[in-house]
């Protein structure tokens, strides 16, 4: 499975940014996709997951300001950020769960920064 993500950039505080992460490859299904984030000398934290029903996860951090959404068809997440903190500045990695012939991957893509900086 392939992952590739777009989106990324420079915010000021206060701001939007919508990531987009599609998938690629000899893909029966998607049961999970979700978004992660690793900021300089912290560990890769959870943002948001989906599943393929429409569920939902998201952490504490940004309840109410992040919206994660999928296109079940195009095999494509998003992550729609708003009211940026500069917090929120990291490395944003697109990840899934994909059914392929003969097993379940678990996929990451290449990551996209995110910087919210006045």
């Known amino acids: 499975v392939q992952l590739v993500e777009s989106g990324g950039g420079l915010v000021q505080p206060g701001g939007s940014l919508r990531l987009s992460c599609v998938a690629s490859?000899?893909?029966?299904?998607?049961?999970?996709m979700g978004w992660y984030r690793q900021a300089p000398g912290k560990q890769r934290e959870l943002v948001a997951t989906?599943?393929?029903?429409?569920?939902?996860n998201y952490a504490d951090s940004v309840k109410g300001r992040f919206t994660i959404s999928r296109d079940n068809p195009k095999n494509a997440v998003y992550l729609q950020m708003n009211s940026l903190k500069p917090e929120d500045t990291a490395v944003y990695y697109c990840?899934?769960?994909?059914?392929?012939?003969?097993?379940?991957?678990?996929?990451w893509g290449q990551g996209t920064q995110v910087t919210v900086s006045s």
């Open positions: 990840n899934v769960h994909a059914i392929v012939p003969g097993r379940i991957e678990d996929s």
């Open positions: 490859g000899d893909i029966f299904s998607i049961y999970v």
């Open positions: 989906i599943t393929s029903g429409g569920n939902t």
